[in-house]
Nanobody
Framework: QVQFVESGGGLVQPGGSLRLSCVAS????????MGWYRQAPGNERELVAF???????SYASSVKGRFTISRDNAKNTVDLQMNILKPEDTAVYYC??????????????WGQGTQVTVSS
């Protein structure tokens, strides 16, 4: 019911930057909160950042001050600017959206994931 196109992953050296982008599309739902999770090998999926439709934001403590999330409500896009990247940021990053017919009937939908590798 919600389709995603993610882009922007890749290999970067420690201290470098990457920008992840995600476009969500749906013909039947409204999209509310959007954000990013990540999952490193052997680890559980963890929330990186999210942004509400009112543009309130929240970040994991491990990325606060280095990552910035933004969105375009009209285009249903969410971006994650990642600066001062560290090897421990290496993971598959998943875009998500809370979508549905209204606040009482939201479900979480996931993108396919994009690999981010931070290594020298």
């Amino acid at each position: 019911q919600v389709q995603f196109v993610e882009s922007g992953g890749g290999l970067v050296q420690p201290g470098g930057s990457l920008r992840l982008s995600c476009v969500a599309s749906t013909s039947i739902f409204s999209i509310y909160t959007m954000g990013w999770y990540r999952q490193a090998p052997g680890n559980e999926r963890e929330l990186v950042a999210f942004i509400t439709s009112g543009r309130s934001t929240s970040y994991a403590s491990s990325v606060k001050g280095r990552f910035t999330i933004s969105r375009d409500n009209a285009k249903n896009t969410v971006d994650l600017q990642m600066n001062i990247l560290k090897p421990e940021d290496t993971a598959v990053y998943y875009c998500y959206a809370d979508a549905g017919y209204g606040f009482g009937s939201l479900s979480k939908y996931w993108g396919q994931g994009t690999q981010v590798t931070v290594s020298s």
